[in-house]
């Protein structure tokens, strides 16, 4: 069963960057468009970003300008930078497929501090 594990969270100050790492345990990456989600507090999970098989990416509107996706599939890895955070950044953030088709992982918190 292919398990993805997201690591990176922390509390930061409103402003500042961080760094999410998205692992997978499985060879999924070279045949799944994967995603990076986050769900705040009480509200809905939202799609972040997508990375289709091939190089291209793809931000929804809810970050849009503040993020940058880069992946490296032979590892099955990816990052999501995120820049000039603000307080209602703060949720956990998830990878999985675009289809959410894996079992989600315990994602990895964000607070972010005005």
């Known amino acids: 069963q292919v398990q993805l594990v997201e690591s990176g969270g922390k509390s930061v100050q409103a402003g500042e960057s961080l760094r999410l790492s998205c692992l997978a345990s499985?060879?999924?990456?070279?045949?799944?468009?994967m995603g990076w989600y986050r769900q705040a507090p009480g509200k809905q999970r939202q799609l972040l970003a997508t990375?289709?098989?091939?190089?291209?990416?793809h931000y929804t509107d809810v970050m849009k300008g503040r993020l940058t996706v880069s992946k490296d599939i032979d590892k099955n890895w990816m990052e999501l930078q995120m820049r000039d955070l603000k307080p209602e950044d703060t949720a956990v953030y998830y990878c999985?497929?675009?289809?959410?088709?894996?079992?989600w992982g315990q994602g990895t918190q964000v607070i972010v501090s005005s």
């Open positions: 499985g060879d999924i990456f070279r045949k799944t468009a």
């Open positions: 999985n497929g675009v289809t959410p088709i894996y079992p």
């Open positions: 990375a289709p098989r091939g190089s291209e990416i």
